[in-house]
């Protein structure tokens, strides 16, 4: 078959990393193809090319690859796998992106070896557990084998038996009968697959808000909470089972985005909330002080010992002593008490 070779121009995040973005693994791309999702999930630059993270230093290959947050612990072996591979692929040199034939040691397209890359035995696996496996009848789930396999008897296939036909579509009188052309090309059939795939990408989105509101049901997850922990736990739910995993944890990392931008917030409501309480106990103190002031129970000659011992039980006082920031109320009596001061030697001077 023909392979495109993205090279250093290549897009890095391939949809099935068959090249890991051009640097070529096909023996690991199978690993790669179960590593690459979940890694692209937090992946800073999704359209990044190989160029973009792949730098020379002292001859040496290094991968830049960033990440939107920090890795959870249970990515952690993930990302290391998909290093691992990274590092133990041999890269040859700066070249441009190229369509290769890869049925073939030389990689030179022939018409003798599409020749016998047609003529050979499909070895593509054939899903036997969704044909044989499914609660559907018996007679269904014939038809769907011998479709799967092209073997239906259409024109074509009976034509390949030694039977005269006319080679004609009798449901939409447009072109030859083939099973391609009957379940998937024929007009009608292009509609059912449409509406199919609308009612099952609806029922897709159902699911997934199903399972949104069952992880806010759950007062148990927070915004610190690990997938691996509570895995068990919540693939126990029917809702659960309706998704596939890549999309429960899809679900479950926007939950707890969504948790520590709440958790962010609160905290950050609840930190200009005290500030506000602080700053109102230290203008409450320093009321205070300003009628001990007028009383003459506070004057420029008063200690802060002393005056502490006056007022340590009141209200206003065990308020600006709990306060955490700003100024002390030792801090705010001795501002007051400069004050009083710079007073009687301004009263003195002009005496």
Known sequence: MVRIELLFGGKWW??????????????????????????????????ASVADLMSLVN???HWDVLFTRSVQDWELESISSFMDILYSTPVQGAREDKLSWGNSGSKVFTVKCFYRYLSSPSSRFFP??????????????????????????TIDNLKKRGLILVDWCCLCKESGESPDHLLLHRKVARELWELERARAEEERKQNLMEYREFLESCDYIKAD??????????EADERCARLDKIDRLDVFLEYIRDLEREEE????????????????????????MEEHVTAGT????????????????LPTYLAVASNTSGSTAKELFQDVLEELEKQVTKLTLSL
């Not at 036997?128 to 038809?143: D, G, L």
């Not at 506070?298 to 039980?313: N, P, S």
């Open 265 to 288: 917030e609160r905290k950050k409501i609840q930190k200009e909330e005290l500030r506000k309480m602080e700053r109102k106990n230290r203008d409450e103190f320093r009321k205070l």
């Open 128 to 153: 036997w557990k969704v044909v044989w496996k499914s609660k559907i009848p018996p007679r269904a789930a014939f038809f769907s084998w011998t479709a799967a396999l092209g073997k239906i008897l």
């Open 14 to 47: 391939l949809p099935n990393m068959a090249a890991v973005g051009g640097i070529g693994v096909p023996r690991k791309s199978r690993i790669l193809m179960g590593l690459s999702r979940v890694i692209l999930l937090i992946a800073l630059d999704g359209d």
């Open 59 to 61: 001859g040496m290959i």
């Open 298 to 313: 506070l004057t420029a000659k008063t200690h802060w010992r002393d005056y502490c011992m006056k007022v340590k039980d």
């Open 225 to 234: 909470s690990q997938w691996r922990k509570l895995q068990d736990r919540l």
